[in-house]
């Protein structure tokens, strides 16, 4: 199935309630160099949950990492990759963490979007059924269904790819069908609506802390170092905002580091950005669970090896890495030719995105107490 770059109804009607949060004077939306800034970062999921706005948008809110930076940002949740991207172009948001195939995508069918920076660089999606399921691998999903968060979002090429992998036709021998994270994703797989998963490492923590036992299947090469969600814009005003940016995401990446250092508080962080997390529980009740979940994702999205104090050269896409992103992504359909990446990919505002105290965050990160 080709995707067709228009925001799903829900996400349409939610971005254009919140279009203000991106507007302003020019002054304030622009923000020219060190001035005050108002920014809205789409978050590319409908569910608010222990993930990225916890790791970049909580912690460098509550800890006044954005204060410092003179932005004051907002959020909007879309429904995936494709209906953020089209929030950034369209200019009801500025900034989203995006599936770097929906970003290749959209810039293929000249969606005007600039990829600025790398967030998740572990390949976080894999295949998961019921511990007592007969599917093994990719040679046993003819006639399958395939449970994917939504046809906008990054399972759903994933999905495609790995069936292709197995030398299927996406098209005709699987049928994927959309069910969510969390309690719908567990629900349609142990009600039988669905045969197996395709959700990120993340969303399975959730599932197994709530009590359903999972079996992952191993992914095929073809998805070693490929990139997932990177930070994009709106391409029309880059210019104007690339001060902004820069600075958002110097504090983003401060939060990453403080949040890989210390998760649970960044955890305690969420519940107080976003409670609507602790869905009527309290953080007691929650808090061991939802940690655990933000590990999993920190572990998608910071290297895969050495510690927070080895971290460093935040957002880094290397050419090698871009070109199995672009082969993958045309083999997931997203895309029919390669990308012009020098028109895509801007790696400019890393130099000053990365410039900041990292001894300091990570003492703050240490003696934290939420």
């Known amino acids: 199935m080709k995707r067709k770059w228009a925001l799903l109804p829900a996400a349409l009607a939610a971005t254009l309630v919140l279009s203000a949060c991106g507007?302003?004077?020019?002054?304030?939306?622009?923000?020219?160099?060190?001035?005050?800034?108002?920014?809205?970062?789409?978050?590319?999921?409908?569910?608010?949950?222990?993930?990225?706005?916890?790791?970049?948008?909580?912690?460098?809110?509550?800890?006044?990492?954005?204060?410092?930076?003179?932005?004051?940002?907002?959020?909007?949740?879309?429904?995936?990759?494709?209906?953020?991207?089209?929030?950034?172009?369209?200019?009801?948001?500025?900034?989203?963490?995006?599936?770097?195939?929906?970003?290749?995508?959209?810039?293929?069918?000249?969606?005007?979007?600039?990829?600025?920076?790398?967030?998740?660089?572990?390949?976080?999606?894999?295949?998961?059924?019921?511990?007592?399921?007969?599917?093994?691998?990719?040679?046993?999903?003819?006639?399958?269904?395939?449970?994917?968060?939504?046809?906008?979002?990054?399972?759903?090429?994933?999905?495609r790819a790995y069936v292709k992998a197995a030398g299927l036709d996406p098209a005709k021998d699987v049928e994927l069908l959309p069910v969510g994270v969390g309690a719908q994703a567990a629900a349609a797989l142990n009600d039988g609506k669905v045969d197996m998963l395709a959700l990120y490492t993340q969303a399975y923590a959730v599932i197994e802390n709530a009590g359903t036992q999972l079996k992952y299947l191993t992914n095929p090469d073809v998805f070693n170092g490929i990139r997932s969600l990177t930070f994009s814009v709106g391409a029309r005003d880059f210019d104007a905002k690339k001060d902004s940016y820069e600075r958002f995401l110097r504090a983003a990446y401060k939060a990453m580091l403080f949040s890989a250092k210390n998760p649970e508080a960044a955890m305690k962080i969420g519940y107080k950005v976003f409670p609507q997390i602790l869905a009527g529980k309290s953080a007691d009740e929650r808090l061991k669970a939802d940690t655990e979940s933000l590990v999993a994702w920190l572990k998608t999205a910071t290297p895969a090896s050495g510690e927070p104090e080895q971290f460093g050269d935040w957002g880094a896409i290397s050419d090698d890495e871009w070109a199995k992103t672009q082969a993958y992504t045309k083999e997931a359909g997203q895309i029919s030719g390669d990308v012009d990446l020098k028109k895509l990919w801007d790696p400019s505002l890393l130099s000053g995105a990365n410039n900041f105290d990292k001894a300091a965050v990570l003492s703050k990160a240490a003696n934290y107490t939420a």
């Open 23 to 159: 507007g302003g004077s020019d002054d304030e939306a622009g923000g020219g160099e060190g001035k005050e800034a108002k920014l809205t970062m789409a978050i590319a999921s409908a569910v608010i949950g222990p993930k990225e706005e916890v790791a970049v948008y909580a912690v460098a809110k509550e800890l006044g990492y954005f204060a410092e930076e003179k932005l004051t940002v907002d959020t909007i949740n879309t429904d995936g990759s494709v209906a953020a991207l089209q929030a950034v172009a369209s200019g009801s948001g500025d900034i989203t963490p995006a599936d770097a195939g929906s970003v290749l995508g959209a810039a293929e069918k000249n969606v005007p979007v600039k990829a600025v920076g790398g967030l998740v660089q572990n390949w976080p999606w894999v295949m998961a059924v019921k511990p007592d399921s007969p599917i093994t691998g990719g040679a046993d999903l003819r006639g399958k269904k395939i449970g994917v968060i939504s046809l906008a979002s990054g399972s759903a090429p994933y999905a």
